[in-house]
C-alpha cells in the first residue's frame, strides 16, 4: 500500500482538493422532542455534504484509495457492488471527475439482459465498464482466480478497491470522522454495511467517547471484519464501539411499515428527507435506544448523515437483498 506517502507526495491529491470537498463536515442541532424528553441532545454530523457526487463516507473511503492509486499510477479502478450500491456509483463519478477509467464488478448476471436500473445507468454515464457476474463467481471474488479472470476481462493492470470500499485506507480516511467529532459528543450512532466507517470512526473519537453502529444487513458477522479492518489499518482493535443488530429491518433494502413510518415522520418533523438504505435505519436506532432511556440525562448524542436521500434508491427492495 502506498497510502502511508506524506500528502506532498501524492499524486493524486491537488485533483481531490479542486473537487472542493466540505470538510470538516457540518454539524448541527437537531431539537426532537423525543430525546429533548430524556435531556439529550441530538446533533446531526452532515457527512451528506461533503460533496454532491461523492457523498458522506464514500468521499471519506475513497479519497485515500484515489491518492494510492494515482501514487502507484494506475488509471483504472475496478470495484464491486450490488445493482444499487452507492460505492458503486461514487467510484464512478470519481473516475469522471478524476481522470481514472473505472471498471464496475456488479453481482447478478441475469442483470446483463435488462435494462439498466438508474443507478446502474448513472454509472454506465460516468463511463463505467460494467461486468455482470454470477452471484456464485460474486461471492468468489477476493479468490485469485476469480480476481484474476476479471482483471483479464478488465485488460489491464487495475487498482483494485474492495467492496463498499472498506480496506485499511479507507478505515484511516475514516478516522478524520472521529477527529472532526473529538469533544463534540458522547455516543456517536452510525449506519454500517461493510464496517470500514465505523472501523474508522471509532478509532478518531476521544477519550470517553463511544460509537454505536447499526447494521443494515442481517449475518451477525460484522463485529469480527470491523476488528479485522482496525487491525490491518491501525494495528489492533481501537476506541469504544459496539453494534446494535436490531435495526437492520430484514436486511439490506429491505423495510418494515415501522421503519417507513419512522422514516417519513421525520422527513414531516425536520423537513429533512433520509437516504432509506442506510441513514434511517441508524436515526431509527438512535431514537429508540432514546426513547427507551438508554442515554443519561446531559448526554450528547450525533448521528451521521453518511449519505443523501436519492429518489432512485428507495423505488426498489427485495431485488438487491
Ligand atoms: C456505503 C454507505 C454506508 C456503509 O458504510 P460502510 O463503511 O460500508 O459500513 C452507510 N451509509 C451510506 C449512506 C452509504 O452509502
Not at 32 to 59: C, M, Q, S, T, Y
Not at 64 to 70: H, I, K, S, T, V
Not at 193 to 217: H, K, N, S, Y
Amino acid at each position: 500500500m502506498t497510502s502511508d506517502l506524506p500528502a506532498e507526495r501524492e499524486p493524486g491529491a491537488a485533483g481531490l482538493a479542486a473537487l472542493r470537498p466540505r470538510l470538516p463536515s457540518p454539524l448541527v442541532e437537531l431539537p426532537d422532542e423525543r430525546f429533548a424528553r430524556r435531556g439529550v441532545r441530538l446533533l446531526l454530523k452532515r457527512d451528506d455534504l461533503i460533496h454532491p457526487d461523492l457523498p458522506g463516507n464514500k468521499w471519506r473511503k475513497l479519497a485515500p484509495n484515489l491518492r494510492a492509486a494515482a501514487a502507484s499510477g494506475h488509471s483504472t479502478l475496478l470495484t464491486f457492488g450490488g445493482a444499487y450500491s452507492n460505492h458503486l456509483r461514487a467510484t464512478a463519478a470519481a473516475g469522471r471527475l478524476l481522470g481514472f477509467a473505472t471498471v464496475g464488478v456488479v453481482r447478478g448476471d441475469e442483470l446483463a439482459d435488462r435494462p439498466l436500473n438508474p443507478s446502474l445507468a448513472r454509472c454506465a454515464a460516468d463511463g463505467m465498464r460494467l461486468l455482470f457476474v454470477s452471484r456464485a463467481a460474486y461471492r468468489r471474488k477476493t479468490e485469485p482466480e476469480v480476481l484474476a479472470a476479471l482483471l483479464a476481462e478488465a485488460g489491464g493492470p487495475c487498482y483494485v478497491v474492495p467492496e463498499g470500499g472498506s480496506n485499511a485506507a479507507a478505515a484511516r480516511g475514516c478516522a478524520e470522522l472521529g477527529l472532526e467529532l473529538r469533544g463534540m459528543a458522547d455516543v456517536v450512532g452510525v449506519a454500517c454495511g461493510t464496517g470500514g466507517t465505523l472501523a474508522g470512526l471509532a478509532a478518531g473519537l476521544g477519550e470517553g467517547q463511544r460509537a454505536i453502529g447499526f447494521p443494515v444487513l442481517k449475518g451477525g458477522f460484522l463485529g469480527r471484519e470491523i476488528e479485522r479492518l482496525q487491525t490491518e489499518a491501525f494495528g489492533g482493535r481501537r476506541g469504544d464501539w459496539r453494534l446494535d443488530e436490531r435495526f437492520h429491518a430484514g436486511g439490506y433494502a429491505r423495510t418494515t411499515p415501522e421503519l417507513d413510518a419512522f422514516a417519513d415522520d421525520f422527513t414531516a418533523r425536520h423537513g429533512l428527507p433520509l437516504e432509506r438504505l442506510y441513514v434511517a435505519k441508524a436515526l431509527h436506532g438512535l431514537t429508540t435506544l432514546a426513547e427507551a432511556g438508554e442515554f443519561a440525562r446531559g448526554t450528547t448524542v450525533a448521528a451521521v448523515v453518511t449519505g443523501a436521500a436519492d429518489p432512485a434508491e428507495t423505488a426498489e427492495t427485495a431485488e438487491t437483498a
